[in-house]
């Protein structure tokens, strides 16, 4: 089956560690990208990626860093440096294409609790 | 990128047309008009994208008005399992304008009751 994955599925850490979660995606798409999501909130952008070793800051990039060394995988790392880190994150994908279809392909989140 | 507005929150009956409408007035002429619908504690999934006038799928059909300031969902005759939050986005993730990201506000909670 084609798809994205994220894990793992629920992630509890200490306050001053860093951790880092992981995306793989077998949908051979171009763009990868990383939301994070707050209780009753909507999605905000923390890193996009739209070719294998490049990536862009997001809305909300500080405290967090990423590598896109291979085309099927994006990890997300929460730094230490990040102040309020406990929140769901989502991992999407999406083909490049030209009319652009704005449908990105998500996978089903990993909730990090740092305790 | 364009803001978009949308009511924060719409209640419905089982077996009901619902009509989500989300203003997008700063709208740019490359942007396109896209609806992702999302349970609690799953990521989003597309519903439908269009750009004029209207489009229809096997779930949904958007309506746009020629002025493209604003946007109307349709869901046909709703069912429990449509209670989601849905997102109107503007913008467009490749092609000439190339800005790469889209935008996801705060959305709609659709409640369908019995």
């Known amino acids: 089956d084609g798809g994205i994955t994220q894990s793992p599925k629920y992630l509890f850490r200490k306050e001053g560690q860093n951790v880092t979660l992981s995306c793989e995606q077998n949908?051979?798409?171009?763009?990868m990208y990383w939301y994070r999501q707050d209780p009753g909130q909507g999605l905000r952008l923390i890193y996009y990626?739209?070719?294998?070793?490049?990536?862009q800051k997001g809305d909300i990039a500080e405290g967090y860093s990423v590598s896109r060394e291979k085309k099927e995988s994006f990890p997300l790392t929460v730094t230490s440096a990040q102040k309020n880190p406990t929140a769901f994150y989502l991992c999407?994908?999406?083909?490049?294409?030209?009319?652009?279809?704005?449908?990105?392909?998500f996978g089903p989140g990993t909730r990090l609790t740092v305790l | 990128l364009a803001k978009t507005t949308q009511p924060i929150s719409m209640d419905s009956y089982e077996g009901q047309e619902v009509n989500i409408t989300c203003s997008h007035n700063?709208?740019?002429?490359?942007?396109?008009i896209t609806w992702y619908q999302q349970f609690p504690s799953q990521g989003p999934r597309f519903i439908i994208q269009?750009?004029?006038t209207k489009v229809t799928n096997e779930v949904a059909s958007l309506f746009i008005p020629a002025d493209r300031k604003s946007s109307t969902l349709s869901l046909p005759r709703v069912s429990l399992s449509d209670t989601a939050v849905y997102y109107c986005?503007?913008?467009?993730?490749?092609?000439?304008?190339?800005?790469?990201?889209?935008?996801f506000g705060q959305g709609t909670t659709l409640q369908v009751k019995p």
């Open positions: 986005l503007v913008g467009a993730l490749h092609g000439s304008s190339n800005t790469g990201k889209l935008i």
């Open positions: 700063n709208i740019a002429t490359n942007d396109y």
């Open positions: 990626s739209q070719i294998v070793n490049d990536f």
């Open positions: 999407a994908s999406s083909i490049q294409s030209s009319p652009p279809i704005n449908e990105q392909f």
């Open positions: 269009g750009y004029k």
């Open positions: 949908l051979n798409h171009d763009a």
